[in-house]
């Protein structure tokens, strides 16, 4: 499984709860930024999300970026939580 950042360029209520809906353990770093584990691609996140697609919310703009597992920074305690534990789930799932 990949992690992905979901950046929304504002506030949006309705792709914010897409995400919750098909990503239950989704981090929500602010409002407008969200941590996602997929085994789909960029696009297909993206379309879920409705952010692109036919499907697309028409006020939603946003970005998603497919994360390679170097990061660093001062946040959180819940932020390093959420990171350790999607990597030790993708120790966990066969190649």
């Known amino acids: 499984m990949s992690m992905f950042a979901i950046i929304l360029r504002e506030t949006n209520d309705e792709v914010a709860k897409r995400i919750r809906e098909k990503y239950p353990a989704a981090y929500e770093m602010t409002e407008t930024c ?3 584990q997929s085994d789909f691609i960029a696009e297909n996140v993206a379309v ?3 952010i692109k697609g ?3 919310i ?3 703009s946003g970005v998603v970026f497919r994360l390679n597992g170097s ?5 959180a305690r819940s932020l ?3 990171l350790e534990q999607a990597e030790s789930r993708n120790e966990l799932v066969p190649k």
């Open 34 to 36: 969200f941590l996602v």
């Open 80 to 82: 390093w939580d959420w």
């Open 48 to 50: 879920s999300v409705g």
């Open 54 to 56: 036919e499907d697309r």
């Open 58 to 60: 028409e006020e939603a």
């Open 71 to 75: 990061y660093a920074g001062f946040t």
